[in-house]
């Protein structure tokens, strides 16, 4: 069964750091990983998608990257902005399955002004 | 283009109540999904659809029942409630295509007492 931890748990940082959220996954026989943001009380917007083929997602400061034979994924911010604030999820499909995905807890990003 | 509409935004029921919660999205999408999110916890899913007259079970199908039959729309039926289904349930919807990325609705917010 496919298992998504995510590390941390929570994190506050400085604005204008550069930052690192982390995500492992069980199975390494995955089609795709997802990063998602969830804002307190809406739903989840799709930041990236990384296709297993693929070591690198870009769009704008974030970068994704994916390395399946060690089950790890991590997401770059680059110069964290206030507006960075979210809950940061990772999914992955479960096993044999290029749709049906599996969440972690995510991780609540703080950006102090 | 309205994306993944989700109704009603919040609600209570007494246990034992029954409800339909509607999902509708414009995008010409095949695939359809229902999670749940409770609090401090990733999503899990409840049910999936790969198009008009086709469901399958996800993770935690019970206590739920759904139907498709458009492709717009994928209502999700609790037919008895109880307080362990209080949570947060999210919809949405993908394309049939390679990357199959995920679209997600604002959610409903659900208590039963």
């Known amino acids: 069964k496919q298992e998504v931890t995510q590390i941390p748990a929570a994190l506050s940082v400085p604005e204008g750091e550069n930052l690192v959220l982390n995500c492992s996954f069980t199975d390494s026989a995955i089609y795709n990983l997802q990063w998602f943001r969830q804002d307190p009380g809406k739903g989840l917007t799709s930041l990236l998608l990384?296709?297993?083929?693929?070591r690198e997602q870009t769009s704008g400061r974030l970068n994704a990257s994916l390395d399946k034979s060690s089950g790890r994924s991590t997401l770059y911010i680059a110069a964290s902005q206030p507006g960075d604030s979210a809950t940061y999820l990772c999914?992955?499909?479960?096993?044999?399955?290029?749709?049906?995905?599996?969440f972690g807890k995510g991780t609540l990003l703080t950006v102090n002004p | 283009n309205a994306g993944v509409t989700q109704t009603p935004k919040f609600r209570i029921l007494k246990i034992g109540q029954s409800m339909t919660l509607q999902c509708a999205q414009d995008m010409n999408h095949n695939y359809m999904y229902w999670y749940r999110q409770d609090p401090g916890m990733g999503l899990k899913l409840i049910y999936y659809?790969?198009?008009?007259?086709?469901?399958d079970k996800g993770e935690v199908p019970n206590g739920y029942n759904v139907s498709r039959s458009t492709t717009e729309d994928f209502p999700l039926r609790l037919e008895l409630a109880a307080p362990s289904q209080t949570s947060v349930y999210f919809c949405a919807s993908s394309p049939r295509q390679t990357t199959y990325e995920q679209y997600f609705g604002p959610g409903t917010r659900l208590t039963v007492t």
């Open positions: 990384i296709q297993s083929s693929q």
């Open positions: 999914a992955v499909p479960q096993g044999g399955s290029n749709y049906k995905l599996t």
């Open positions: 659809s790969v198009g008009a007259g086709i469901t």
